[in-house]
């Protein structure tokens, strides 16, 4: 009986034994080629890699720089449609306007530093990440100024792209500095790898900022096409005359006593002591915006851009009503030559059921 217990014990542990050699095979071989499966990008994930590996890709990565452009015929992202006492609803007659009531809610005292409404910087409460939009456009140029990527994209076209997206990264810090005063100038992507000193980047002076943003404007202009040649596709697409309007407001807005000389700004000043705002008034500022302006409509007329002028109607109408009609089809009409930049993307579908008053108790924002 003893032996019999020892054999058994014996042959159960051979068993096992042999069957921890056919487990531990498969993990064996798992281990020496697990590195190479792993090194195996799936064909549906998207890399940088390959979005400048060809036109194509790159041209969709350009758009991408371009989708955080403000929706601004839409009253969810845009506060000055409702930011004045023109259209007033209550709560309780809104229905699906609810959704439009940003400006209102402003108006009401709502806006707050927890979570703010229209907060641009975050993109959160119908905002757009611009920080985001900003990174975006730096790992587009970090790329696309590369020859050796994108080998199939024409030296002009990629001059072109290089321009259009340093409008934009400039255009996205104008949108801030418009917002929220000094901003943090992001020039570079931090590295993933990066510290945490190096990731607290500093807010710049309200002045220094300006010039930045105009020194990227300056950069793209010279290589923007003066206009669209292929109107079937490209309508909307950064031109020069565009970037020297942007440039125009930009020097404008820093002329304006708002940041010009205001002296409710002496104590603003960044934790080392630097001030943030120049509280002295420069009247040469005034002048800068005077230039840049009249630099502006003089491109927009050499590249046709005039007012619009109604002349549709087939028989005459009076002074007044052609104004009317001159003022807004000059709005309404597409692609007309007065728009100096139009956004094919900013849908105003819902604009006109935004603008009906509430005129009878039986009012339905749904109808």
Same mark, same amino acid.
Request: with cysteine; charged share 20%.
């Given at each position: 009986?003893?032996?019999?217990?020892? $054999?058994?014990?014996?042959?159960?542990?051979?068993?096992?034994?042999?069957?921890?050699?056919?487990?531990?095979?498969?993990?064996?071989?798992?281990?020496?080629?697990?590195?190479?499966?792993?090194?195996?990008?799936?064909?549906?994930?998207?890399?940088?890699?390959?979005?400048?590996?060809?036109?194509?890709?790159?041209?969709?990565?350009?758009?991408?720089?371009?989708?955080?452009?403000?929706?601004?015929?839409?009253?969810?992202?845009?506060?000055?449609?409702?930011?004045?006492?023109?259209?007033?609803?209550?709560?309780?007659? !809104?229905?699906?306007?609810?959704?439009?009531?940003?400006?209102?809610?402003?108006?009401?005292?709502? /806006?707050?530093?927890?979570?703010?409404?229209?907060?641009?910087?975050?993109?959160?409460?119908?905002?757009?990440?611009?920080? /985001?939009?900003?990174?975006?456009?730096?790992?587009?140029?970090?790329?696309?100024?590369?020859?050796?990527?994108?080998?199939?994209?024409?030296?002009?076209?990629?001059?072109?792209?290089?321009?259009?997206?340093?409008?934009?990264?400039?255009?996205?810090? $104008?949108?801030?500095?418009?917002?929220?005063?000094?901003?943090?100038?992001?020039?570079?992507?931090?590295?993933?790898?990066?510290?945490?000193?190096?990731?607290?980047?500093?807010?710049?002076?309200?002045?220094?900022?300006?010039? $930045?943003?105009? !020194?990227?404007?300056?950069?793209?202009?010279?290589?923007?096409?003066?206009?669209?040649?292929?109107?079937?596709?490209?309508?909307?697409?950064?031109?020069?005359?565009?970037?020297?309007?942007?440039?125009?407001?930009?020097?404008?807005?820093?002329?304006?006593?708002?940041?010009?000389?205001?002296?409710?700004?002496?104590?603003?000043?960044?934790?080392?002591?630097?001030?943030?705002?120049?509280?002295?008034?420069? /009247?040469?500022?005034? /002048?800068?915006?005077?230039?840049?302006?009249?630099?502006?409509?003089?491109?927009?007329?050499?590249?046709?851009?005039?007012?619009?002028?109604?002349?549709?109607?087939?028989?005459?109408?009076?002074?007044?009503?052609?104004?009317?009609?001159?003022?807004?089809?000059?709005?309404?009409? !597409?692609?007309?030559?007065?728009?100096?930049?139009?956004?094919?993307?900013?849908?105003?579908?819902?604009?006109?059921?935004?603008?009906?008053?509430?005129?009878?108790?039986?009012?339905?924002?749904?109808?």
């Amino acid at each position: 009986m003893k032996y019999l217990i020892k $054999y058994t014990v014996k042959r159960r542990y051979k068993l096992l034994h042999a069957k921890m050699v056919w487990l531990l095979i498969p993990v064996l071989f798992a281990g020496t080629s697990c590195k190479k499966y792993l090194d195996i990008v799936p064909d549906n994930v998207a890399t940088i890699d390959n979005a400048f590996t060809s036109k194509n890709e790159a041209e969709k990565y350009l758009f991408t720089c371009y989708s955080y452009l403000p929706n601004n015929a839409n009253p969810t992202s845009n506060i000055g449609f409702l930011g004045g006492d023109e259209i007033w609803i209550p709560k309780s007659r !809104r229905g699906n306007l609810e959704n439009f009531s940003m400006s209102w809610d402003i108006a009401l005292g709502s /806006q707050n530093t927890g979570s703010p409404l229209a907060n641009y910087w975050d993109g959160t409460n119908t905002g757009r990440p611009l920080f /985001q939009a900003i990174r975006q456009c730096n790992i587009f140029l970090e790329n696309i100024v590369d020859e050796n990527k994108v080998i199939d994209l024409t030296p002009d076209m990629r001059v072109r792209w290089i321009a259009e997206a340093k409008f934009l990264k400039a255009y996205y810090h $104008y949108l801030l500095l418009r917002m929220y005063g000094p901003i943090p100038i992001i020039d570079k992507n931090l590295d993933i790898f990066a510290s945490t000193d190096e990731m607290k980047v500093k807010r710049m002076p309200f002045d220094t900022c300006v010039d $930045y943003i105009a !020194r990227l404007l300056d950069e793209a202009t010279a290589d923007l096409p003066l206009l669209i040649t292929d109107r079937s596709t490209e309508m909307g697409r950064i031109t020069r005359p565009i970037a020297l309007a942007v440039k125009a407001k930009l020097f404008v807005l820093a002329a304006s006593p708002l940041f010009n000389g205001n002296s409710d700004y002496a104590g603003f000043k960044d934790k080392d002591g630097v001030p943030l705002f120049s509280t002295t008034f420069e /009247q040469s500022k005034w /002048q800068k915006a005077a230039d840049a302006a009249k630099e502006a409509i003089d491109v927009s007329e050499s590249a046709g851009h005039v007012l619009f002028t109604f002349s549709r109607a087939g028989y005459k109408l009076s002074d007044t009503t052609a104004r009317q009609m001159s003022i807004r089809n000059a709005i309404t009409e !597409r692609w007309n030559a007065e728009k100096v930049w139009g956004l094919s993307n900013s849908m105003a579908s819902n604009l006109q059921r935004v603008s009906m008053g509430c005129l009878t108790t039986g009012f339905n924002s749904n109808n």
